[in-house]
Structure formats: structure tokens, C-alpha cells
């Protein structure tokens, strides 16, 4: 698919059941949410709908699944971009692929829009070494500019994910931008265990797995670690042909899943 064509919306299946844990976010969400499902109520009594929503978080947490479970919930379009997309984008393209989204978005409002890895074009500008980043900065500039210049009554709502909040460009975090942040963090225990439970659905365990075992032995595991897990298991079960996933299974993939996360620095104990 080519990366300068502007995404059709996607009609979101995904609602909070999907999403384990993460009850702060969800309460924040949910606010944003009735009023995207009733705009009108909200105008009536002149409620004003935040613009923009900053998800705070490490990697495979659940960021991207929560904003697609927002757009499920209130039944809207979901309009989505990666900032790192625009990386290989000539100059211009970026911006207009970001003014294309937001003039589809408000014809089809009420809608969300989701923006993963903010960071990648909302890094603070000029920190470049001898410019080169005219792609970045338009892009960037384009986006400003289309934050500001939708009212907040046309029910448009951009949510944004990032694990580097600390270099976004401030311009991104003012008033009426991104003023609204919702942190999300790796899964404690029970967490684990209820994202165990949602993705081990339709698998086929052996008596022997006990998922909040294999909940209390995984500490700092994201909820995209503890998927790949138990389709790692799945995995191995099947190379052994086994019809079964037994818990052998699930200690060889817990190493596995365990060494890449080392390779990529980050250390658990
Ligand atoms: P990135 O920063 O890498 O984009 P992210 O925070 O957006 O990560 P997601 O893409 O939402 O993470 O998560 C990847 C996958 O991990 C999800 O599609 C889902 O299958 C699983 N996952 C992550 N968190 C949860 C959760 N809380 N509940 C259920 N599944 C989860």
C-alpha cells in the first residue's frame, strides 16, 4: 500500500473488553466517548470536547489498542497514521497527507484520529544537526496548524501515542494542542493476568498451564510481550506436534521472548 495515499477509515470492532487493565485510561476515555456517541447533547448544554489527547507509555502497552477500542466504543471512524510513515515521504507529502486526514476526519466527524510515534515528527524543532528535516518540520507545522484550526464543537478527536514525551516539540503540549495526557504503564500482575487471559482465548492448554503463574513470572512483560508469548508457545507445541500447548511449551517461549527483550537493552529481574 503506498504510504502517501490517504488510509480509508477504519470501522473499529475493538471496544474495552479487548483491553486488559488500564481502568485510568479507560475512565478518561470514557468522557470522550459519550460525547462522541451524542455531540449534540454535549453542544446543547455547551461542552466543549478536548482536541487533543497525548498517550503516554513504553511500547506494547496497549496504546494504539486502546484509541481503536475509543472508536469502537462510541461507533466512530478511526482515521490512523504512524509519524514514522512520513520519514520516507517527499517534501510536502507529509503535510498534505496530514491535511488530507483532517478534512476527511471533519467531513466524517464525529471521528477519532490516531497518530502512533508522535515523536518521530514532534520532535522539537531545529534540534536537527544543518536542517535536512524540511519534510519533518512542514509536516509538523501542518499539524499545528490543523489542531488550531478546527473548533472544538466539530467533534474530532486526535489521540497521539509516544514512549518520548521529554523531547516533543513544547509548540505540540500548549492549550487547545495535546493539553490532555493519559499515562499508560507495563502491566502489574493481575494486569498480566487478564491480558493472559484475552489472548490465550481459542488456544488449547494442557491441564498443566496455569496463566496467573505464568502472570507472576513475567514482570516487565507489555501486553504485546505476554501476546507474542503465548503465540510463541503456540508455536512450539506445534513443531512438536502436539495438540496441546503444554507448559514446557510456555517456558521455552518465555526465554525466547525473554532474550529478545535483552537484545533490545532492556534488563529484568
Ligand atoms: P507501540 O508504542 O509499540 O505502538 P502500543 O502501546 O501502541 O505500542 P499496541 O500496539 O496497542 O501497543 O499493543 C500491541 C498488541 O499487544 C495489541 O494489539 C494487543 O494484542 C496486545 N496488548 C497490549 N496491551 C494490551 C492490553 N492491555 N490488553 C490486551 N492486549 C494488549
Redesign the pocket.
Known sequence: KSKAKLQEPEKQDTTFD?????DNAKKELQEIIEFLKEPDRFKEIGAKLPKGLL?V????????????AAAGEADVPFYSI?GSDFMEMFVGVGAKRVRDMFEKAKKTSPSIIFI??IDSIGRRRGAGLGGGHDEREQTLNQLLSELDGFEPTESVVVMA???RPDILDKALLRPGRFDRRIT?NL?KQS?RH??LK??AKGKPFAEDVDLEQIARSTPGF???????LLNEASLYAGRNKRKEIVMDDIDQARDKVLMGLERDGITID
Open positions: 479487548d483491553v486488559a487493565g488500564l498517550m507509555g513504553p511500547p506494547g502497552t496497549g496504546k494504539t489498542l486502546m484509541a481503536k504512524s502512533d510515534e501515542a509516544t514512549n499508560v502491566p494486569a487478564e491480558i484475552i489472548h507489555s501486553g504485546a510481550d505476554l501476546e507474542n
